[in-house]
């Protein structure tokens, strides 16, 4: 144990400490890493800066610009609808096509775009047939991670690992190196769901409608203004009500005609207004001069609506601008042209009160009201995804021949190695933006910015333990804890140790650390590097124990209903079957 390692070990420590508490962002911390590494003179800035011009970064992000010029061809539309019409003939051929269908799609798509593009169509087919959307999202989720690990493009992950081998000298993955046991690992896991997954999933009660969902009604009150109140004459955004009293106004009606909520609209006598507050804000209000409640009554879907207005749920994307934000920080109603946010589903717990003050996080499901032009706005905001009603992205004949053209190129001619991934990729997205198959700017936007800083700021955890020889010291603990097993059980503990610790932490940034270790164990036995990579990549991608243990279990939390311990329960099981799987599998694919 030299300084150096300590120096490199404390602050891996540091890193997966803040990992896991996500006191800030994955890039963050990541980004925080590699500058320690520096300031410490662990690594050069040559070496620390490294990450940004690697091939796994720039791979990862020309295939985030592939998946988004074809996800807006509508090419993949008619999947959808091809789900709609089997759920609503039979629960389980739906189950049964959904995982299969989500995981042949993940695995040369991006699993989150995959998970983006089914969820609301799964959750407009759970209110079709009557069945809960609990029992068809996690499905979804699953499906898509083990479709992921099928190919080198399936999921950054396996890209990332590759990119680690090349960078220590050792081959790079080819493109479909992952498919063999990866098919394996996609059909035990859909066996698994579909004879006893399915039996452990939760059946959260059907709403009839959102304001049932987001348990509403009781918020809800209509009151008139009396003519000696203070707020008559006075712009809505400047009265007490909002001011003093902090109350959401969702609707006014004057003259038996329903008016458009906008800050500046002047109040008048006798508007009746509907409002949303607590039960303490209610007794307030019944104190509150100039103010006549009319109705206290439970209100549905249909009492919100403003002429055209309806109620939608949008969920907040992974790495959205808008995680760690509050709506009043985000000014989120005059930015969205008017569009009201009523309630927020946050992790276990549904906000009503004061939610325009919560911190938004990846996952969190709005119940928003918004006209028709409100809404399209919002579909065009790629922080947020509108879920309670499909809109099918219309066909563009004209886009779809050369986008589904220009994508089978970029894995033709990395799988026949005429080049390498990295310029196959790149190649495919400058013929995208010639072809104008996708604009410059859009490509910009399809890029996860988030995903490239945490990608090339992790792989200066790889750089520092490999240099230092903190990797080797790792790895001989390792040999001489597990190695008198033999090299096969080594396998089995370094597939136990990514997978467990994957739930908790990035899988980018658990592949990052356990990849560089893997290599040096696999040399200090003298046998291949590629099984106990192989390992660490399958491992880091099939992660079902915790919402929090992949973006597409995050996204699918709120919409879902679910709690932590329905990952447990359904997760679990599925964790240790694919861990003995793998160990089985892995050394006939890739012999030690």
């Known amino acids: ?58 791979t ?72 809960s959307p609990s029992k068809l999202l996690i499905p979804l989720s699953f499906g898509a991670l083990m479709g992921g690990v099928c190919t080198l493009i399936g999921t950054s992950t396996n890209i990332l690992v590759s990119g680690i081998a090349e960078a220590q000298g050792v081959a790079p993955l080819e493109m479909f190196d992952f498919t063999p046991a990866g098919i394996w690992f996609l059909l035990v896991g859909v066996l698994y769901m579909f004879f006893i997954g399915r039996h452990l999933l939760p059946n959260r009660k059907l709403a009839t409608d959102l304001t049932e969902n987001f348990d509403l009604g009781e918020y809800l009150t209509e ?35 329903k008016i458009q909520v906008f800050p500046s609209l002047i109040l008048r006598a006798n508007d009746v207004l509907k409002v949303r507050c607590g039960v303490e804000k209610l007794k307030k209000l019944k104190e509150e001069k100039g103010i006549k409640l009319k109705s206290e009554r439970r209100f549905r879907d249909e009492d919100l609506r403003i002429n055209d207005s309806k109620l939608f749920e949008a969920i907040i994307t992974p790495n959205s601008y808008l995680e760690g934000k509050t709506l009043k920080e985000l000014n989120f109603r005059a930015y969205n042209y008017g569009a009201s946010v009523l309630a927020i589903r946050h992790r276990d717990e549904i906000v009503h009160e004061k939610p325009t003050h919560v911190k938004l996080s990846s996952g969190d499901v709005l119940l928003i009201a918004a006209d028709p032009y409100q809404a399209q706005k919002l579909r065009q905001n790629e922080d947020i995804l509108i879920i309670s009603q499909t809109e099918r992205s219309p066909y563009n004949y004209s886009k779809i021949i050369p986008v589904m053209a220009i994508s089978v190129g970029v894995v033709a001619a990395a799988a026949l190695d005429l080049v390498p991934i990295v310029l196959s990729a790149l190649v495919g997205v400058v013929l ?39 990797a080797k010291l ?24 990514t997978f467990m610790t994957t739930n908790f932490m990035s899988n980018n940034a658990t592949a990052a650390l356990l990849a ?38 995050t996204m699918i939390y709120g919409p879902g209903n679910y709690r932590f311990s329905d990952y447990l329960k359904v997760g679990t099981p599925l964790n240790l079957i694919l861990w003995l799987l793998a160990s089985l599998i892995i050394p006939l694919f890739f012999p030690l």
């Open 1 to 58: 144990m030299t300084f150096e390692i300590a120096v490199v070990l404390g602050i891996i420590i540091l890193a997966v400490i803040l990992f896991v508490t996500e006191r800030f962002s994955i890039d963050t911390v990541a980004i925080l890493t590699m500058v320690l590494f520096m300031l410490t003179g662990i690594l050069t800035p040559a070496e620390g800066f490294a990450g940004f011009s690697n091939a796994a970064t720039i």
């Open 474 to 497: 790792l790895a001989d603990f390792l040999i001489e804890w597990v190695g008198g097993y033999g090299p096969h059980a080594l396998l089995s503990v370094f597939f136990f140790i």
């Open 60 to 131: 990862v992000a020309s295939m985030f610009v592939i998946s988004s010029a074809i996800f807006k061809s509508g090419a993949l539309s008619s999947v959808g609808a091809a789900l709609t019409r089997i759920g609503r003939k039979n629960y389980l051929l739906c189950l049964l096509s959904l995982m299969l269908i989500s995981g042949g799609l993940s695995a040369f798509i991006n699993d989150t775009a995959v998970v983006a593009l089914l969820m609301p169509v799964m959750i407009q087919v759970s209110q079709d047939i009557k069945v």
């Open 516 to 553: 560089p270790i893997a290599i040096v164990t696999a040399e200090e036995l003298g046998v291949n590097h590629r099984p106990f990579l192989m390992a660490v990549a399958y491992a880091a991608s099939l992660s079902f124990m915790t919402p929090m243990g992949y973006q597409t279990n």
């Open 432 to 470: 995208l933006i010639l072809t104008r198959c996708i604009r410059v700017e859009e490509a910009y936007k399809a890029i996860d910015w988030k995903v490239v800083f945490m990608l090339a700021g992790v792989l200066s955890m790889g750089a520092a333990l490999q240099k230092t020889g903190a």
């Open 223 to 257: 009151l008139v203004l009396l003519p000696e109140s203070p707020s008559v004459g006075v712009p809505l955004k400047d009265s007490g009500l909002v001011q003093h009293l902090d109350i959401e106004v969702m609707q006014v009606t004057r003259h038996k005609e």
